[in-house]
């Protein structure tokens, strides 16, 4: 719940610019979207419905495909928001490496939460969810000031896989 509270003055400056701003770009109307999603899973219920509120933010702000992406087709949509996150958060080959299996494990069972088909979430798996999908909602606030569609995201990220990891941070 103290997510929404942890953004910085300027993180929060750039939110109000953008909310006020009636020609957003593509990445910023996702970035609202997320944060709105975002918002809803702070609210008291279920396990399973915070982390399905979690998902919906996590979509809003790392996914989308990019028209005529067709590696998404190869890959799928889960490896394709792994890939994305671990570039978007991880600094070292490691790091990166850590973030795509936590999001690929916690993603990947989001179809079989939101179907009831899985047990119950555990607290475990919400807080790191919550954590993973918190940080990139931020990451994509930061480069939704320098990229401003879906496409250009997806080509950000084919650049990231061939950029050393300290010449790729956002």
Known sequence: ERMLRNYSEPEIRRL???HLNTGRSQME??????????GEATFPAETASK???LSIAFESAVGGDASGDELLRDIGITQM???RTAFLLGSN?????RIHRAVSRLYGSRSRVMHGE???VSEGDLAQWAWLVWSSVR???????RLSTV??????VREQRYTLPEESVP
Not at 139 to 145: E, F, G, R, V
Request: charged content about 20%; overall charge negative.
């Open 16 to 18: 109000e610019a953008i």
């Open 29 to 38: 109307h996702k970035v609202l979207q997320a944060i709105f999603w975002l």
């Open 51 to 53: 982390f399905a509120h």
């Open 81 to 83: 928001l792994a890939e």
């Open 93 to 97: 080959l490691e790091s990166r490496k």
């Open 118 to 120: 899985s047990a119950p």
């Open 139 to 145: 990451a994509a606030l930061d480069l939704s000031s």
């Open 151 to 156: 496409e250009e995201f997806a080509h950000w």
